[in-house]
């Protein structure tokens, strides 16, 4: 790891002014940011680091009314064992309770684990070795390399600081993202409250929507049908450390109305809109269910190497949807 500085933020205006200053990183749980420092990621090494983890009243979780708060500094742990969070989403404490292991749950935050940076090999070498376009490079490199884990529903385009227009083909595999979309979840930031399904993106060294100096505050689920009768199964190849290769969020409301999104899929959480109008109005049925995971990966364009993730979002979908229409 190389030198830098660092400050502990005493307030949300300290951090936000330290933060709009080039080559300035933030750190709450360290669990994305440390292993990025240590293996050399960057193509810029950072100058600053600004702990935000030092900032008071960021780690609340509270019912007001029907809003279900949970501050960016949340630890997934806190999360997954929180009461509330039990009785009012608990497929966010499912979540939370998967993701990464036992240990790393303690420190790790939620603010963390929906800001995380790419994990894609060729973004994460060790050194810099790729200066892919996610880091202002020229171009993806798992496009035509190795893609078994990469994104079956396109690219995600946007324009770099010369305003040139990249691709990438990383997927989004926080566990909670798809969740807090299904579920109509808010992030309030320093300056604006986003919806959940539109706070992530793709960028240089970014996966969401955050400005420069922008800090998620604040996660807003509405308690509803929907957050508590939701669903959430993710797909591993060890049950922990590991992140989802692929994730499914199935979710009802009162009026039957179905919410389908698939994480590790796509650059962001994609909203599989096709099975959803499948199941819409209707009792969920065998049949049915299956019929809505075909559905959901209408419009995929896999590469060779990860087609098979078709098959696990088809099987995914459909079972998450018998289990949802038989509690």
């Known amino acids: 790891m190389r030198a830098f500085n660092h400050i502990n933020a005493k307030s949300l205006d ?13 750190i709450a749980g360290g669990g994305d940011l440390l292993g990025a420092l240590k293996d050399d990621i960057f193509p810029d090494y950072p100058k600053l680091v600004v702990n935000i983890k030092s900032i008071p009243e960021l780690d609340n979780i509270v019912l007001d009314g029907n809003i279900l708060k949970i501050g960016t500094l949340v630890t997934l742990a806190d999360a997954a064992r929180n009461p509330l969070v039990i009785e009012s989403a608990k497929a966010v404490s499912d979540a939370a309770g998967a993701a990464s292991s036992p240990t790393l749950r303690e420190t790790t935050t939620i603010g963390g684990n929906v800001c995380q940076l790419p994990r894609c090999w060729y973004f994460r070498k060790l050194g ?19 893609n078994r884990y990469h994104s079956v529903f396109g690219t995600g385009v946007f324009k770099t600081d010369s305003n040139t227009n990249r691709g990438c083909i990383a997927v989004n595999q926080s566990d909670l993202a798809p969740i807090l979309a299904a579920m109509g979840a808010e992030f309030v930031t320093t300056e604006r409250t986003i919806k959940a399904a539109d706070f992530f ?52 409301d009162a009026d039957k109305s179905y919410r389908v999104v698939i994480g590790g899929a796509a ?49 995914l979908v459909k079972r998450e949807l018998i289990a949802l229409g038989s509690n």
């Open 14 to 26: 300290e951090a936000t002014a330290l933060l709009k200053k080039d080559g300035s990183v933030a």
């Open 128 to 146: 810099n070795r790729f200066n892919c376009a996610r880091k202002g490079g020229e171009r993806c490199f798992a496009i035509s390399g190795d």
């Open 267 to 315: 650059p962001t959480p994609y909203i599989a809109v096709k099975a959803e109008e499948v199941v819409k109005g209707k009792n969920i049925t065998d049949e049915l269910a299956q019929e809505a995971g075909i559905a959901a990966i209408n419009g995929a364009k896999p590469y060779k190497e990860n087609e098979y993730k078709l098959q696990i979002i088809k099987t």
């Open 201 to 252: 993106g793709v960028g240089v060294l970014s996966a969401t929507v955050l400005n420069m100096g922008e800090l998620l505050i604040e996660i807003r689920i509405p308690v509803s049908e929907v957050s508590k009768n939701c669903r959430y199964k993710r797909f591993a190849f060890r049950k922990s450390i590991d992140f989802p290769v692929l994730s499914v969020t199935v979710a009802v």
